[in-house]
């Protein structure tokens, strides 16, 4: 169980979930790839298929349309799965809140398919990579206590 | 019995450990090139480690039987080809008559198993993975035959992978005639695309069909796949050296330094061609193979087959 978890924390595999964002969150999702912060250190990748995946990074308000589809690609990965709320959107949905065209904020839709679902978030608009980063590391920490 | 076992466990095992280093190597010299550091030496091993402690999902849609048993039998023909190679390359003496055909037939076993556990997911991405696969597969199996059959001529038609290094071994390496240096440039090509690797990686190709052929591959399953393609980056490198590069020495200790030499130039070939390429769309990679390959093959052989009537080694 143990040698599990460790094999989890060392090998972090992220599928990226646009909910609706203003695609700032996703540029700086991406800029974890490039030469400057290589989360690839770290045993992380970007992958393509969330069955594939372990972490869900979640950027975006969650508008009525995308969340049945986010809480669908929940169900669809593999658990044991992280959840990383990013930005002030996925987080509370920001300066939307109030909107017509709002669901639910991000950790709620995911509440409501799974309660046990671990969910971090990840302050700012958008949020630096550096915290990005500290909030995968917090994740893997967080596994531990499995 | 017992020996046949063995020789199994060991070959398969060494092979898999073998091919995730080489991966390991693959991923870091990418990160280098693209100046990053790229992940710790033990990154590939954690990554099949953490898909076996994973869920396994069969999608509703899915035809069960065929999606879970395609990746267990993929990495079986992987260990079985395994086992075959080492066993000609240690002791070529004792290898059985069609063994090279064998290996041909067991090394589509992997790109089979992952077109019928793609067609069985029920996903369209996949079903447009497989159905480049195939095309894959229909476009570099011709090349890769006829460049394997100008060694198989050059050896005095000998289809046993013993054969084939023993005569290398009197007569000198296939390589070092215009034939077998026209077949193995198309055999590394062939390679590359049996890999899956950049440029010929259109059947996974993860920004367009998202992971094609395993999008829906989740836990143990995916990682069998995963180790199945380890292998076969172990092996095919090693399929070369038997049949264009003579094999192993094992009369004196610079043999075993030669060998590894030549393994390593093979794979850092590999890596090489991945890294200098963009994809191909499945058109281009069919003209390149049927119309750019094929005819060097064909050369090759009608050389070969001139060099040996007329009695010209180096032809
Ligand atoms: S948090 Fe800011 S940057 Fe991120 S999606 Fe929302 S508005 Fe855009």
Known sequence: ???????????????????????????????LL???YDIERFGMILVGSPRHADVLAVT??????????????????????????????????????????????????????????????V??????????IDAAVKGMELLKTL | MGSIVLTFILAATGTLVLGLVLRWVDRKVTAMVQWRVGPPWYQTFVDVLKLMGKENLVPVT??????????????????????????????PSQAFVGDLIVVIYLLILPALMTMLGAAASGNPHAAIGASREMKLLLSYELPMVLALLVAVAQTGWSFKLGGIIEAQAAGGSVLLSISGALAIIVAILCMQAKLGQVPFDLAEAECEIMSGVYVEYSGPSLAMFLMSRAMLLALMPLLLIIVFWGGLYTGAWWGYLTFAGKYF??????????????????DQTLKFFWFGLTPVAVLALVLALVGIAKGLPWL
């Open chain 1, 1 to 31: 169980m143990a040698l599990k978890m460790w094999a989890l924390r060392k090998s972090l595999w992220v599928y990226h979930v646009n909910a609706g964002a203003c695609n700032n969150c996703d540029i700086e999702v991406l800029e």
């Open chain 1, 34 to 36: 490039t030469p400057r």
């Open chain 1, 60 to 121: 975006g308000v969650c508008t009525r349309q995308a969340m049945p589809r986010l809480q669908e690609v929940y169900m669809q990965t593999a658990k044991p799965c992280v959840v990383l709320a990013i930005g002030a959107c996925a987080n509370a949905q920001g300066i939307f809140t109030e909107a017509y065209h709002m669901g639910l904020p991000v950790d709620e839709a995911i509440k409501a398919v799974d309660p046990n679902a671990i969910i971090i978030y």
């Open chain 1, 123 to 132: 302050p700012g608009c958008p949020p630096k990579p550096e915290s990005m």
């Open chain 2, 62 to 91: 899915a035809q069960g039987t065929g999606f879970l048993l395609a990746p267990m039998i993929a990495l079986a023909g992987s260990g079985v080809t395994a086992a075959i190679l080492w066993h000609a390359i240690a002791i």
């Open chain 2, 265 to 282: 130039v093979l794979v850092a070939l590999v890596t090489l061609i991945r890294n200098t390429n963009p994809r191909l769309r499945i």
